[in-house]
């Protein structure tokens, strides 16, 4: 049975750092691809950043480019963000998200291509 739980969300100031990371568990994840979503209150839910778990293609929405970094090890089945220059608009539940998925962006950044999904962790951002 795969399993993702995530962990390292809080509370961070503006222009600070969290790194959020993804252990994933259950079967190997070689052909997947993963990701990160997240949901503000009354929001619906955004695409973040994507990886291909075996060969580390990365692929980021526009709003976190240049601030947040999507990684992997594959050693610990260990999916990380790395968040940096963080804003209040920041602030959501984040969750990661793992399928075998054909690397394209409509693919990658919509939902329901992903199979398996985290319960998230919180990420508050104040100003």
């Known amino acids: 049975q795969v399993q993702l739980v995530e962990s390292g969300g809080g509370l961070a100031q503006a222009g600070g750092s969290l790194r959020l990371s993804c252990v994933a568990s259950?079967?190997?994840?070689?052909?997947?691809?993963m990701g990160w979503f997240c949901q503000a209150p009354g929001k619906d839910g955004e695409f973040v950043a994507a990886i291909r778990w075996s060969m580390g293609n990365t692929y980021y929405a526009d709003s976190v480019k240049g601030r947040f970094t999507i990684s992997r090890d594959n050693a610990k089945n260990t999916m990380y963000l790395q968040m940096s220059s963080l804003k209040p608009e920041d602030t959501a539940v984040y969750s990661c998200?793992?399928?075998?998925?054909?690397?394209?962006?409509?693919?990658?950044?919509?939902?329901?291509?992903?199979?398996?999904w985290g319960q998230g962790t919180q990420v508050t951002v104040s100003s």
């Open positions: 998200a793992a399928g075998i998925i054909p690397w394209t962006v409509l693919n990658l950044t919509t939902r329901r291509s992903y199979d398996y």
């Open positions: 259950g079967r190997t994840f070689s052909e997947y691809a």
